[in-house]
Nanobody, 118 residues
Framework: QVQLVESGGGLVQAGGSLRLSCAAS????????MGWFRQAPGKEREFVAA????????YYADSVKGRFTISGDNAKNTLYLQMNDLKPEDTAVYYC???????????WGQGTQVTVSS
């Protein structure tokens, strides 16, 4: 089994920054990709950003492009999300997830709350 633990969430004013971290533990594994998702109250979970390790490609939702940066260390199975110029609409629970292949996300963390006040 693989466990993912997110950290770094909190309360920040609009225009501020936060850096989320995700650490994986459990059985030894090699991930194909890792990603961040978020879920706001009353809304479905949505994709935020992802990184594919083999080619170090990054992907972003249009709503966060230019403001968020995903990075990480494949060897350590750690993932980060630098979030700048935060907006109230970024308020959500942020989840880290791991893909072991190119098919689907296999493991999810419990989430960390990000609240942006106006």
């Amino acid at each position: 089994q693989v466990q993912l633990v997110e950290s770094g969430g909190g309360l920040v004013q609009a225009g501020g920054s936060l850096r989320l971290s995700c650490a994986a533990s459990g059985r030894t594994f090699s991930s194909y990709a890792m990603g961040w998702f978020r879920q706001a109250p009353g809304k479905e979970r949505e994709f935020v950003a992802a990184i594919t390790w083999s080619v170090r490609s990054t992907y972003y939702a249009d709503s966060v492009k230019g403001r968020f940066t995903i990075s990480g260390d494949n060897a350590k199975n750690t993932l980060y999300l630098q979030m700048n110029d935060l907006k109230p609409e970024d308020t959500a629970v942020y989840y880290c997830a791991v893909k072991l292949s190119d098919k689907r996300y296999d493991y999810w963390g419990q989430g960390t709350q990000v609240t942006v006040s106006s």
